[in-house]
Structure formats: structure tokens, C-alpha cells
């Protein structure tokens, strides 16, 4: 009998131990991807859930369940009384006023208005009212808040820190961490470490004693950070409800993705709130500066063209690079920043293409609505007080090393960019094909065709007058003006952008979306008009044996007709071989 008892305990055992061996087994092959059904409940003080919907199971897991935190909508506010309140602009009777003008010159925003305003004050829902029926995850990772800050004024900087605090499901705030770039201002020195103490989210500080710039003071705090993710953000800011889930589950559903709210205006002068519309996305201009672009349908990430924008996430080619989630491990891994940059200025460009390119994704979240003070003018200094070639050289670094080709036309759209020292590359070149990043051809055609980089076969040119030695007369060259009263011909100066074109395959003259047109015909101005395949007008013939540029079909030349002023301008006349007027040169060398 005893033999039995025992023969049975070791059966036992045995199935314990086989049952034990398959769980693990399982755990293993599946906790790279969990299945997380735990039911998600909201209290009654809380509104109804917005993601009560969301289908888990379809989800494609980047996260493991044990790292994600269970989360609790934050209540809406009540509107109160006082200046300010629910993002109203606070006017003041004159803003000429001495103490005003003088206070301005310290932020380059009305700082009397500011403090004015409430650190807490209201905003109210900005969102889309479709926003409140999205469905996000109900376990996400969690945060940390960055806010690096340089003499900033402490209204603004503490009214970016309230707003983080009051509208974020606590949950998933794990900290705000201030970095301090070598600020001397008092305020933002004892009695900012005193105040962070008194609030009721962990916040730290950290600070430079030299003028490091916007860049390496990410760096900082993100070397110190604990949270999942990095949330960026500026400081003079404020986040409105429900800003922080919508990003989280961006990069909860795919922690390539990089997340940006949309970007509110938060007047200068009255601090106003001032909603943006929908469907506008990060590209750059022609000079491949950062610029706001509206939206292609198809940019949608789910291809979906019947969805509104206004509450859909979609794809952006670019972001503005202030405000934005992404994860820790994949911010580390394609490079974090590039801390060869100088302070600030195009590290939003080289972020987004080195994002793109190396397999990562950019994404503009309208259901995430944070405001900014936008100014005219930056209150910060640059090395040797030289904003322009800290700018140019940042702009350099990232067209050398991601642009390939097409970096010799951001050289000849920025020639001051041309002769800057770009220092040491090797790194991120190393990092580039350690990653094993897409070409920027790739980029082109995939991610940005409606960029303005001119595509096909083309030259980049000047068009210049034959130069009259005879006379003293500058050489002149065809140059693009915004203001359409702006004659198109001007001194020729090699370090004038605007005198820069491109001369496409089929005959166009253009730049920027604008082309060479005649269609004035003769004895008329040529114009800078929008480029059209289908105008005929704008199709040239340039001659390298005569020097002249001909009007294509007709006997109709470029010519420069002076005024009794001395002044020039572009007319069409018929052509004649003998007339120095209608003779041009094309350089192709910058």
C-alpha cells in the first residue's frame, strides 16, 4: 500500500512538473506579444472611458503587458472667472505702453499679459467632439515629460508645467524633468528648486552652467529620464484635455512611431488660444527650411479618405520637433540627436528624414491639441551672436549626410550653408548604415513627392544678361520675387537664393512651384506664374550658340528693355541675332 501512496505522489509530480515545463514554454513563445482582455473600469467621478471600444487583440504589441500602466481619464475643467480663463486673450489698453514694451523685450512675449493669467488656468476641450468617442488602449506605457528651458519667464514655464500635471492621467506621467540651459535669471534658481518640491507630481531639475543649446539639453534629460517613452515639449506651452493618451497609443501600437500633437497658437501679445484648422502636416519650403503644409488625402494611415482628419491620425513628413512622444528605446536606437548641432535650428529636418529613412514613422495626432507661444522674434543667443551660420551649419550637417545628391541644391538654395565648417560626420554616417536607412530618393517618392525639390531631369542655374563692357551697367540675372509688383531681374549676386532656378528637361524655367511665362506675348512683361504642364507658355528654348532664350513655337525672345530711370525689366520681342539685349548665359557651377 505504501508503494501505491508513493507510485501515486510521483504521477502527481510528474503532471505538476510536465504542466509546469509546457507553461513556461508557452509564457515564452508569447510574452514577446501578450493578449491583454482585462475589462478597464471607470469610477463614476471620471467621464465615460475612450477606449472602451478599442480591440486589443487587433493591435499589433510592442510592449510587454507588464511594463504598460492602467490609466484613468483626468475630469474636464469648469470654466471660472478671471484673465485668461478658457484660453480668452487678455487685452490690454496699449500695448506701446513703456512698461509693457520693456517687459516684452525679456521674452519676446507680453509678459505683463502672462502674468496675469493663472498658472492653472482653464482651456477647456479643444478637441474635435468625435475625440471623445476614439477608442485607446487601456494598459499604455508611460511618460516622461522634458522641458528644457533657458531664462524663461516663470508664468509661461509654470503654466507648461500645470498643464502637464492637470490634464495628464497620472498613471502614466511618471515625472517632468526640467532641464535648465545655463539660465541666470533669479527666479529659476532656488525658488524654482523649491516649487518643484511642492508639487504633486515627481519633478526634477538639471542644469547646465554653460550655454549648451536646445539639443544636448534634450540629451541631459533624457539621460535621466525613467519613463517608457520621452514627451518633449517647450516651455512656454500649454498641454489641453486628453492630450497625452492619444500619442502614448501611437507609439503603444507601434513603438516606431513617432507621435505629434497638433501644434495650437497661443498669441504673443493677448496669450489667446487660438485653434489651428485640420489636415495640415510638417514638409519644408524651397529653401528646405521646416513649413506647414495642408494634407493629401491619402496620407490617412488606414487609407480610409472618408475619415476627417480633424480627429484621424495621419502621416507628416516632417515635424516641427518641439512637442512630441516618442519611445525611449527607439530614440536611442536611430541616434537620439545629433550632437554635433549647435544649439538650435534644423535638428527637426534631420530627426524627421533619419526617422523616416531608417524605418521609423511620423505621425501628427488631432485628437492631441497643445498650445505655443509663437513669437517673431528668438530672445536667445547664439555662439559669437551669429544665429545664421549656427543655423547654416546644423542645415549642412543634415543635408550631408541624409540628403545624398540632392545636398548640391540645398547648397545652391543656401549658399551661405556652402563654405561652413560641418565638423566631424563619420558617426553619423556610421549610425546610418548601421541601421541600414533608406536613400533619400527613397524618401522622395515614398514619404514627400509633393516636396518642392524640383524632380526628373533638371540643372540648377542662374540666368544672367551677356555683360556689357562698354558700359556701366551691372550684369543682371532673372530673380524671383514674392511681391508680384517686383521686377524679375536684378544685380546678379552669388549669394542671393532668389536668384536661383531650376531648367527642367522639357523647357521650363521655374522655382518653387512658380515658372517663366509669356503668355502676355509680345512687347509684354514675362511673368512668375504657378507651373503648369499643360501651359505651352512656359516652354523655353535655350540656344548655346546664339545666347538666346526663345519662347518654344514662336519667334518671340527674352529680352531686357531699360527705362529712362535706368531701370530694367523682362519683355518678349522677336527674336534678332544682333541684339545684345536678348543675349543670356545659364551657369550651372555653385
Known amino acids: 500500500m505504501c508503494l501505491g501512496r508513493r507510485f501515486r505522489k510521483l504521477k502527481i509530480a510528474a503532471i505538476i512538473f510536465v504542466v509546469v515545463v509546457c507553461s513556461i514554454k508557452i509564457y515564452k513563445q508569447y510574452s514577446k506579444f501578450p493578449i491583454v482582455s482585462v475589462p478597464f473600469i471607470i469610477p463614476d467621478t471620471y467621464d465615460t472611458p475612450v477606449h472602451e471600444s478599442f480591440d486589443i487583440q487587433k493591435a499589433v504589441i510592442t510592449y510587454n503587458e507588464n511594463d504598460l500602466k492602467r490609466w484613468f481619464r483626468t475630469a474636464i475643467e469648469k470654466p471660472v472667472d478671471g484673465p485668461g480663463e478658457m484660453g480668452t486673450p487678455v487685452d490690454l489698453l496699449d500695448l506701446q505702453d513703456f512698461a509693457q514694451r520693456e517687459m516684452f523685450k525679456l521674452n519676446e512675449f507680453n509678459l505683463m499679459a502672462s502674468n496675469m493669467i493663472s498658472l492653472n488656468r482653464t482651456l477647456g476641450d479643444q478637441r474635435h467632439q468625435k475625440c471623445s468617442e476614439s477608442s485607446y488602449s487601456p494598459l499604455l506605457p508611460d511618460t516622461s515629460?522634458?522641458?528644457?528651458?533657458?531664462?524663461?519667464?516663470?508664468?509661461?514655464?509654470?503654466?507648461?508645467?500645470?498643464?502637464?500635471?492637470?490634464?495628464?492621467?497620472?498613471?502614466?506621467?511618471?515625472?517632468?524633468?526640467?532641464?535648465?540651459d545655463a539660465s541666470d535669471r533669479v527666479h529659476l534658481q532656488k525658488d524654482l528648486e523649491d516649487y518643484i518640491k511642492t508639487l504633486p507630481i515627481p519633478t526634477f531639475v538639471h542644469r547646465f552652467r554653460e550655454r549648451s543649446g536646445l539639443i544636448r539639453a534634450r540629451l541631459l534629460g533624457a539621460k535621466?529620464?525613467?519613463?517608457?517613452?520621452?514627451?518633449?515639449?517647450?516651455?512656454?506651452?500649454?498641454?489641453?484635455?486628453?492630450?497625452?493618451?492619444?500619442?502614448?497609443?501611437?507609439?503603444?501600437?507601434?513603438?516606431?512611431?513617432?507621435?505629434?500633437?497638433?501644434?495650437?497658437?497661443?498669441?504673443?501679445?493677448?496669450?489667446?488660444?487660438?485653434?489651428?484648422?485640420?489636415?495640415?502636416?510638417?514638409?519644408?519650403?524651397?529653401?528646405?527650411?521646416?513649413?506647414?503644409?495642408?494634407?493629401?488625402?491619402?496620407?490617412?494611415?488606414?487609407?480610409?479618405?472618408s475619415i476627417d482628419p480633424a480627429y484621424h491620425p495621419y502621416s507628416t513628413p516632417t515635424i516641427a520637433g518641439?512637442?512630441?512622444?516618442?519611445?525611449?528605446?527607439?530614440?536611442?536606437?536611430?541616434?537620439?540627436?545629433?550632437?554635433?548641432?549647435?544649439?538650435?535650428?534644423?535638428?527637426?529636418?534631420?530627426?524627421?528624414?533619419?526617422?523616416?529613412?531608417?524605418?521609423?514613422?511620423?505621425?501628427i495626432v488631432p485628437c492631441s491639441r497643445v498650445g505655443h507661444v509663437y513669437r517673431d522674434n528668438?530672445?536667445?543667443?547664439?555662439?559669437?551672436?551669429?544665429?545664421?551660420?549656427?543655423?547654416?551649419?546644423?542645415?549642412?550637417?543634415?543635408?550631408?549626410?541624409?540628403?545624398?545628391?540632392?545636398?548640391?541644391?540645398?547648397?545652391?538654395?543656401?549658399?551661405?550653408?556652402?563654405?561652413?565648417?560641418?565638423?566631424d560626420l563619420s558617426e553619423r554616417f556610421a549610425l546610418k548604415e548601421r541601421n541600414k536607412c533608406q536613400s533619400f530618393e527613397w524618401y522622395l517618392k515614398n514619404i514627400y513627392p509633393e516636396s518642392p525639390i524640383p524632380k526628373g531631369t533638371y540643372m540648377i542655374t542662374r540666368v544672367m544678361s551677356q555683360k556689357n563692357t562698354n558700359t556701366r551697367t551691372p550684369q543682371l540675372c532673372l530673380r524671383f520675387s514674392e511681391e508680384p509688383d517686383d521686377p524679375l531681374i536684378a544685380p546678379c549676386n552669388y549669394l542671393d537664393a532668389y536668384q536661383v532656378f531650376v531648367l527642367m528637361l522639357q523647357g521650363q524655367i521655374?522655382?518653387?512651384?512658380?515658372?517663366?511665362?509669356?503668355?502676355?506675348?509680345?512687347?509684354?512683361?514675362?511673368?512668375?506664374?504657378?507651373?503648369?504642364?499643360?501651359?505651352?507658355?512656359?516652354?523655353?528654348?535655350?540656344?548655346?550658340?546664339?545666347?538666346?532664350?526663345?519662347?518654344?513655337g514662336q519667334n518671340l525672345?527674352?529680352?531686357?528693355?531699360?527705362?529712362?530711370?535706368?531701370?530694367?525689366?523682362?519683355?518678349?520681342?522677336?527674336?534678332?541675332?544682333?541684339?545684345?539685349?536678348?543675349?543670356?548665359?545659364?551657369?550651372?557651377?555653385?
Open 557 to 590: 525672345c527674352l529680352t531686357l528693355k531699360f527705362q529712362s530711370d535706368g531701370k530694367a525689366e523682362m519683355i518678349l520681342q522677336h527674336c534678332d541675332l544682333f541684339s545684345s539685349n536678348q543675349k543670356w548665359s545659364i551657369a550651372d557651377s555653385f
Open 510 to 552: 521655374g522655382r518653387n512651384g512658380y515658372c517663366l511665362d509669356g503668355k502676355n506675348g509680345f512687347m509684354s512683361p514675362v511673368e512668375m506664374v504657378a507651373c503648369s504642364d499643360e501651359s505651352e507658355t512656359q516652354l523655353w528654348i535655350l540656344n548655346d550658340e546664339d545666347k538666346m532664350i526663345k519662347l518654344k
Open 224 to 305: 535621466y529620464a525613467r519613463g517608457q517613452v520621452l514627451t518633449f515639449l517647450d516651455s512656454h506651452c500649454e498641454c489641453t484635455f486628453g492630450w497625452l493618451e492619444p500619442l502614448l497609443h501611437q507609439v503603444f501600437l507601434n513603438r516606431k512611431t513617432v507621435a505629434s500633437p497638433v501644434i495650437d497658437i497661443i498669441s504673443d501679445k493677448t496669450f489667446e488660444f487660438q485653434k489651428v484648422g485640420a489636415g495640415t502636416r510638417g514638409g519644408y519650403d524651397w529653401f528646405i527650411k521646416f513649413d506647414w503644409h495642408l494634407r493629401p488625402e491619402k496620407t490617412l494611415l488606414d487609407g480610409a479618405k
Open 322 to 363: 518641439g512637442l512630441f512622444s516618442i519611445d525611449k528605446r527607439f530614440f536611442y536606437e536611430i541616434g537620439s540627436y545629433d550632437e554635433g548641432m549647435e544649439i538650435w535650428g534644423g535638428e527637426n529636418l534631420e530627426m524627421s528624414f533619419r526617422i523616416w529613412m531608417c524605418h521609423g514613422s511620423l505621425v
Open 378 to 423: 528668438t530672445p536667445y543667443s547664439f555662439p559669437a551672436n551669429d544665429a545664421a551660420t549656427t543655423i547654416d551649419r546644423n542645415h549642412a550637417r543634415t543635408a550631408e549626410v541624409w540628403m545624398d545628391g540632392w545636398k548640391t541644391f540645398f547648397y545652391a538654395v543656401n549658399p551661405g550653408a556652402k563654405n561652413v565648417n560641418v565638423g
Open 145 to 180: 515629460v522634458i522641458i528644457v528651458f533657458h531664462n524663461e519667464a516663470w508664468s509661461t514655464l509654470m503654466r507648461t508645467v500645470w498643464s502637464v500635471i492637470n490634464r495628464s492621467p497620472r498613471a502614466l506621467l511618471k515625472e517632468i524633468i526640467l532641464v535648465d
